[in-house]
């Protein structure tokens, strides 16, 4: 069973950086795409990004693109989610989670709670 746990959250000024990590078990990481997903208070889940299974690709959400940085290390089975310039609209819980056709590799982590705030 796939299993996912995200860490590396925390409270960061705006402007501030973060770099999310989630630890992946239970699938063959390299053999599928990965996404980071995330859920402000009072919203829906949101799409951030997502990578290929090489870890040679990654793609994110319109106006996220330059800020956020996304990474796979196939040694640790971990992928990687480098955020710059903060803004408090980025205060959420942080996901990742594989992807299978238009479903999902396995239950959703504890996920890693993000705060911008000043």
């Known amino acids: 069973e796939a299993q996912f746990v995200e860490s590396g959250g925390g409270m960061v000024q705006p402007g501030g950086s973060l770099r999310l990590s989630c630890t992946v078990s239970?699938?063959?990481?390299?053999?599928?795409?990965m996404s980071w997903v995330r859920q402000a208070p009072g919203k829906g889940p949101e799409w951030v990004s997502g990578?290929?299974?090489?870890?040679?690709?990654?793609y994110y959400k319109e106006g996220m693109k330059g800020r956020f940085t996304t990474s796979t290390d196939n040694d640790k089975n971990a992928v990687y989610l480098h955020m710059n310039s903060l803004q408090p609209d980025d205060t959420a819980v942080y996901y990742c989670?594989?992807?299978?056709?238009?479903?999902?590799?396995?239950?959703w982590g504890p996920g890693t709670q993000v705060t911008v705030s000043s």
């Open positions: 989670n594989g992807v299978v056709g238009t479903g999902w590799a396995g239950a």
């Open positions: 990578i290929n299974p090489t870890g040679s690709h990654a």
């Open positions: 239970g699938l063959s990481f390299g053999a599928y795409e």
